[in-house]
């Protein structure tokens, strides 16, 4: 299994951006998805986008859609969650998960991360 470690979170005013990254362990292209799901306190954690590793297929949350962009380098091994015109009810913390397929339920990612905390605030 892949390990994966988010990285990126802080504290961001509304209206701004943040960038995440989901370091991987080893290849990416060795699953078929990489999820990004967030919780926030007292509600579900919920998915965010997701993006399939073999052509690059991005699939995003309504709530999201327009205002945050996944990408993803194999290279590096690490994907991308870029998040501008970020809103209060954004806040939450930000979990990367491995597997597939690229759906935006938890159920069919193996591998987690552990989170990395997004701040909205003025």
């Known amino acids: 299994q892949l390990q994966l470690a988010e990285s990126g979170g802080g504290l961001a005013q509304p209206g701004g951006s943040l960038r995440l990254s989901c370091a991987a362990s080893?290849?990416?292209?060795?699953?078929?998805?990489i999820g990004w799901f967030r919780q926030a306190p007292g509600k579900e954690r919920e998915g965010v986008s997701c993006?399939?590793?073999?052509?690059?297929?991005?699939n995003y949350a309504g709530s999201v859609k327009g205002r945050f962009t996944t990408s993803m380098d194999n290279v590096k091994n690490t994907v991308y969650l870029q998040m501008n015109s970020l809103k209060f009810e954004d806040a939450a913390v930000y979990y990367c998960?491995?597997?597939?397929?690229?759906?935006?339920?938890?159920?069919?990612?193996?591998?987690w991360g552990q989170g990395t905390q997004v701040t909205v605030s003025s």
């Open positions: 998960a491995a597997g597939g397929p690229c759906e935006l339920q938890p159920g069919g990612y193996d591998s």
């Open positions: 080893g290849s990416i292209l060795d699953v078929v998805a």
């Open positions: 993006i399939s590793t073999s052509d690059g297929t991005t």
